[in-house]
């Protein structure tokens, strides 16, 4: 409705007063709605099945901004490994009216058939992280399996050069619930087997730092001289490997090898150190993850349907930790 004023002056003060409140008009979050344009777009989310997994933790940050910046609001979630609380998440994301995309890892793949269907059914696409499952637009791929296997090979090659023809225990350590563990896991055990090392490979179920600390000691308790300790995450590798030194090992103990698909900071300043057991690792860095989540969330969200992005790993060594400063 046009208000009728008597002078100009006053239509103008009614026009600035107008700018200034909506400048200032709040979020959904408490927060200002700025040139962002967080409102006007809806919103997008996505989930990790844990926000303890610092490379998981680190995309969440570089994504905010991102997606942000272009006009939507960012939701997120942490289930902590906990199926029913990531299916009642993306059911409440569903339910809020204004979401336009919704993508991430699932704690269990199959769990998400249902919610999945109903946010087809909302008209709502869903992109993927590493795995895929029915009724997914589009995924962010990581070549699991090429991972695990560089990192196995890796290990094979240095236990050839360090024992030549004896026979060297190697603990893999992996979450083997989802595809993404069962895949880096397959890769570890033929990367080890590939090259002339002469190994006795011992695969166990870790997910966080704890459980790979629990899983270690029962492991030296086994076998004491298990000197090669490989996983796909850096949190459980982390636990694994104080564990050993709890058990009298010392960190830069020569003959020892622990390594990951994974580096956190506190792995970066190992490896930095050129003296630590973790010699190297191969890992995603966490900017072009988050990048490749973005594009196909704003592709998806604007109608599209765009292919998979597939995005690999990188040698972390003491020459180039820098490059990996943001993965947590």
């Known amino acids: ?38 409102a006007a777009k809806g919103a997008i989310a996505w989930s990790f099945a844990s926000q303890d997994v610092a490379i998981w933790a680190s995309q969440l940050e570089l994504m905010k901004p991102l997606v942000e910046a272009a006009g939507y609001e960012f939701l997120t979630d942490n289930p902590s490994f906990d199926v029913q609380t990531q299916v009642n998440d993306w059911q409440s994301w569903i339910s809020r009216g204004d979401v336009k995309a919704i993508g991430g890892f699932p704690v269990d793949a199959a769990s998400m058939a249902n919610v999945t269907a109903d946010a087809t059914t909302a008209g709502i696409p869903i992109v993927s992280y590493a795995v895929t499952w029915d009724g997914v637009t589009a995924t962010t791929e990581i070549s699991n399996y090429d991972a695990g296997f560089a990192v196995g090979e890796a290990a094979g090659k240095w236990i050839a050069d360090e024992y030549g023809t004896t026979e060297v225990s190697v603990a893999l350590l992996a979450d083997t619930q989802t595809q993404l563990g069962i895949d880096q896991l397959k890769g570890l055990t033929e990367g080890v087997q590939s090259t002339d090392a002469k190994v006795k490979v011992y695969p166990l179920e870790a997910t966080t730092r704890d459980v790979g600390y629990s ?114």
């Not at 409140?21 to 979020?27: E, N, V, Y």
């Open 215 to 328: 899983v270690a000691q029962s492991q030296l308790t086994a076998d004491p001289d298990t000197k090669v300790w490989l996983g796909i995450g850096a949190d459980m590798v982390l636990g694994a490997r104080q564990a050993l030194i709890d058990s009298g090992v010392a960190a830069d103990a020569e003959g020892y090898y622990v390594s990951a698909t994974d580096a956190n900071a506190e792995v970066l300043q190992l490896i930095e150190s050129k003296t630590d057991m973790w010699k190297t690792s191969f890992a995603w860095r966490a900017e072009g993850l988050a990048q490749a989540n973005v594009d196909l969330l704003l592709a998806v969200a604007a109608g599209e349907k765009p292919d998979n992005i597939t995005v690999g790993v990188t040698q972390v060594t003491a020459d180039n930790v820098g490059d990996f400063a943001n993965n947590g």
């Open 1 to 38: 409705m046009k208000a009728r004023t008597r002078t100009a002056a006053v239509a103008a003060a009614a026009l600035m007063a107008l700018t200034a409140l909506t400048g200032c008009s709040s979020d959904g979050s408490g927060g200002t709605d700025d040139a962002t344009g967080d």
